[in-house]
């Protein structure tokens, strides 16, 4: 009796997953006048989230962004570090931030790709 109650329980249904959310349409900007490593920045993210296809995906021309990641500078800040100063636009609401790392601007990249669609959601839901 107790192995047709554990077979019964195994076979059945699970509850339902919660829902994914669809990929979020998103642009990685620079001012046209930026320098090289703004660039090369903004380069690395766009590929950090075109990994990440099932939470982003890059805007087609012609359709609404949902998010906008500006990549405003990248400077030099204390003991040899670097600082990227940017801005996450989502709608009418812009967040400024500023990002300092040391090494390869890649890695920060692909941590700030991870994290971005928790971000988004987060500044989604204060909009509210």
Known sequence: MLAS???AFL?????AAPVKAAP?????ETAATA???AQAWASDLRTALAARKDEFRP???GEAVELVVRIDSVTKGQAGASVM???L???KTTKPFNLSYSGAAMPQAERLARNLRRLADQMKAAAK
Request: overall charge positive; aromatic content about 0%.
């Open 24 to 28: 979020m349409t998103v642009r990685v």
């Open 85 to 87: 100063n940017g801005a």
């Open 5 to 7: 109650l554990a077979l």
């Open 59 to 61: 805007v087609k021309p």
């Open 11 to 15: 076979a059945a249904p699970s509850p």
């Open 89 to 91: 636009v989502l709608g």
């Open 35 to 37: 320098d090289a490593a």
